[in-house]
């Protein structure tokens, strides 16, 4: 590949750890060839998941963080090895080698002409999700109809209202103050006789 012995080791362990992180790379196809002998090794150790095989991994991996980025920080979520432990081995448990595919694509590099190829972990990460309980004053229950006796007849409404509509107090358009019982007349005279009034 055109690279020195230290090189070309730095390479196949950094193109690991992202397939391990990401379960997905794209890179040219002689990469991917390069690097899906030394990742299947990897999963086999993972499989085994003894601590002998834990420190191997690390020893041909070295252990690199995975982090997110929070409020522009990173922050260290987990470790490749961690990963590859944890989720990876147990995913190919019943799986006897074959852990990796490599799926060409039709795009080339712009810049050397490079055939492109996804190097792919096969299958799918199996999570189980568990639900959470429904409080009891969210679930529904039956509502009984209520069906009026033989020989009880149900109530019409009154002939000025209308059904569906509550009784409306009839108010003059414009005005705010309510309307009165007392005649114009009685009002004068209540006027006339108020002792407050000044002549």
Do not use: W
């Not at 390069?34 to 993972?46: D, S, W």
């Not at 009026?148 to 108010?171: N, R």
């Amino acid at each position: 590949m055109g690279r020195t012995s230290a090189h070309r080791r730095a390479l196949r362990r950094n193109l690991a750890a992202s397939l391990f992180e990401h379960s997905t790379i794209s890179t040219t196809i002689e990469k991917a060839k390069f690097v899906r002998p030394f990742a299947e090794k990897l999963i086999t150790l993972a499989k085994n998941g003894s601590l002998h095989a834990r420190r191997r991994a690390i020893t041909l991996l070295q252990n690199r963080d995975i982090c997110k980025i929070e409020d522009g920080e990173p922050v260290k979520v987990t470790t490749v090895i961690q990963k590859l432990f944890d989720e990876v081995g147990p995913r190919f448990a019943d799986r006897n080698g074959g852990y990796t595919r490599i799926v060409r694509m039709p795009l080339r590099r712009i810049g050397d002409n490079g055939q492109l190829a996804l190097l792919q972990l096969v299958g799918e990460l199996k999570v189980t999700e568990k639900k959470a309980p429904v409080p009891k004053s969210m679930t529904k229950t039956p509502v009984e109809s209520v069906e009026p006796a033989a020989d009880e007849t149900p109530e019409k409404p009154a002939a000025d209202e209308v059904p569906g509509e509550a009784p409306v107090d009839v108010e003059r358009a414009g005005d705010d103050k309510p309307v009165s019982d007392e005649t114009p007349a009685e009002v004068e005279t209540d006027k006339q006789d108020s002792p407050d009034k000044k002549e």
